[in-house]
Protein backbone atom coordinates (compact mmCIF):
# COMPACT_ATOMS: atom_id res chain seq x y z
CA UNK A 1 0.00 0.00 0.00
CA UNK A 2 1.16 3.51 -1.06
CA UNK A 3 -0.18 6.75 1.19
CA UNK A 4 0.02 10.09 -0.62
CA UNK A 5 -0.38 13.56 1.18
CA UNK A 6 -0.33 16.52 -0.97
CA UNK A 7 0.26 20.06 0.69
CA UNK A 8 0.78 23.87 -0.70
CA UNK A 9 -2.45 24.72 -2.09
CA UNK A 10 -4.03 28.06 -1.27
CA UNK A 11 -5.77 31.45 -2.53
CA UNK A 12 -3.58 33.42 -5.34
CA UNK A 13 -4.01 36.13 -7.59
CA UNK A 14 -3.69 35.34 -11.36
CA UNK A 15 -0.22 35.65 -12.56
CA UNK A 16 0.90 34.23 -8.95
CA UNK A 17 2.74 31.07 -7.98
CA UNK A 18 2.16 28.14 -6.06
CA UNK A 19 4.18 25.16 -5.53
CA UNK A 20 2.16 21.93 -4.51
CA UNK A 21 4.06 18.87 -3.00
CA UNK A 22 3.17 14.67 -2.55
CA UNK A 23 4.59 13.15 -0.04
CA UNK A 24 4.61 8.89 -0.57
CA UNK A 25 5.40 6.69 2.10
CA UNK A 26 4.58 3.07 2.80
CA UNK A 27 5.88 0.37 0.05
CA UNK A 28 6.81 3.23 -2.19
CA UNK A 29 8.89 0.89 -4.56
CA UNK A 30 5.75 -0.71 -5.96
CA UNK A 31 4.95 2.41 -8.26
CA UNK A 32 7.33 3.87 -10.86
CA UNK A 33 5.13 7.32 -11.96
CA UNK A 34 3.85 9.83 -10.15
CA UNK A 35 0.84 12.28 -11.67
CA UNK A 36 -1.18 15.40 -10.94
CA UNK A 37 -4.67 15.12 -11.98
CA UNK A 38 -7.01 18.24 -11.04
CA UNK A 39 -10.77 18.88 -10.62
CA UNK A 40 -13.20 21.67 -10.73
CA UNK A 41 -15.95 21.75 -9.24
CA UNK A 42 -19.07 20.22 -11.39
CA UNK A 43 -16.10 18.50 -14.10
CA UNK A 44 -14.81 15.05 -14.15
CA UNK A 45 -11.03 15.06 -12.95
CA UNK A 46 -8.37 15.38 -15.98
CA UNK A 47 -4.99 14.91 -16.18
CA UNK A 48 -2.17 17.50 -15.51
CA UNK A 49 1.29 16.15 -15.79
CA UNK A 50 3.21 13.06 -14.51
CA UNK A 51 6.71 12.16 -14.12
CA UNK A 52 8.59 9.24 -13.90
CA UNK A 53 10.28 7.70 -10.99
CA UNK A 54 13.50 6.34 -12.30
CA UNK A 55 14.48 8.31 -15.23
CA UNK A 56 12.74 11.56 -14.96
CA UNK A 57 10.96 12.26 -17.83
CA UNK A 58 7.50 14.10 -17.43
CA UNK A 59 4.34 15.01 -19.69
CA UNK A 60 2.12 17.51 -19.46
CA UNK A 61 -1.41 18.56 -20.80
CA UNK A 62 -1.11 21.67 -23.42
CA UNK A 63 -2.84 24.01 -21.15
CA UNK A 64 -0.30 24.05 -18.74
CA UNK A 65 2.78 23.83 -20.63
CA UNK A 66 5.20 26.59 -20.08
CA UNK A 67 3.56 27.43 -16.88
CA UNK A 68 4.06 24.28 -14.91
CA UNK A 69 6.86 21.76 -14.20
CA UNK A 70 6.58 18.45 -12.53
CA UNK A 71 9.29 17.51 -10.58
CA UNK A 72 10.78 14.56 -7.57
CA UNK A 73 13.33 14.33 -5.08
CA UNK A 74 14.06 10.46 -4.78
CA UNK A 75 15.43 10.89 -1.43
CA UNK A 76 12.26 12.09 0.25
CA UNK A 77 9.51 10.06 -2.14
CA UNK A 78 8.48 13.57 -2.66
CA UNK A 79 7.01 14.95 -6.24
CA UNK A 80 6.66 18.68 -6.80
CA UNK A 81 4.10 20.48 -9.44
CA UNK A 82 5.50 24.21 -9.88
CA UNK A 83 2.82 26.22 -11.21
CA UNK A 84 3.61 29.61 -12.36
CA UNK A 85 1.41 32.49 -14.55
CA UNK A 86 -1.81 30.74 -12.67
CA UNK A 87 -5.08 31.66 -14.32
CA UNK A 88 -8.44 31.35 -12.82
CA UNK A 89 -9.40 28.53 -14.50
CA UNK A 90 -6.90 26.53 -12.81
CA UNK A 91 -8.76 26.60 -9.82
CA UNK A 92 -9.35 23.19 -9.24
CA UNK A 93 -9.15 20.60 -6.14
CA UNK A 94 -5.40 19.33 -7.26
CA UNK A 95 -4.84 15.38 -6.42
CA UNK A 96 -1.56 13.53 -6.25
CA UNK A 97 -1.16 10.11 -7.84
CA UNK A 98 1.07 7.07 -7.73
CA UNK A 99 1.12 3.81 -10.10
CA UNK A 100 2.89 1.67 -12.51
CA UNK A 101 3.61 1.86 -16.03
CA UNK A 102 2.57 -0.68 -18.87
CA UNK A 103 3.36 -0.87 -22.54
CA UNK A 104 0.44 1.71 -23.04
CA UNK A 105 1.06 4.26 -20.50
CA UNK A 106 0.26 4.15 -16.50
CA UNK A 107 -2.31 2.98 -14.64
CA UNK A 108 -2.76 4.81 -11.12
CA UNK A 109 -3.60 2.92 -8.02
CA UNK A 110 -3.11 5.30 -5.16
CA UNK A 111 -4.54 8.54 -4.93
CA UNK A 112 -4.18 11.64 -2.34
CA UNK A 113 -7.38 13.45 -1.00
CA UNK A 114 -6.26 16.20 -2.55
CA UNK A 115 -5.34 20.02 -1.97
CA UNK A 116 -7.40 22.80 -3.39
CA UNK A 117 -6.06 25.78 -5.47
CA UNK A 118 -7.99 28.85 -5.51
CA UNK A 119 -6.74 31.70 -8.26
CA UNK A 120 -8.64 35.10 -8.12
CA UNK A 121 -8.99 37.45 -11.30
Known amino acids: QVQLVESGGGLVQAGGSLRLSCAAS????????MGWFRQAPGKERDFVAR????????YYVDSVKGRFTISRDNAKDTAYLQMNSLKPEDTAVYYC??????????????WGQGTQVTVSS
Open 51 to 58: INWNDGST
Open 97 to 110: AAGRLNPLGARYNY
Open 26 to 33: GRTFSSDV
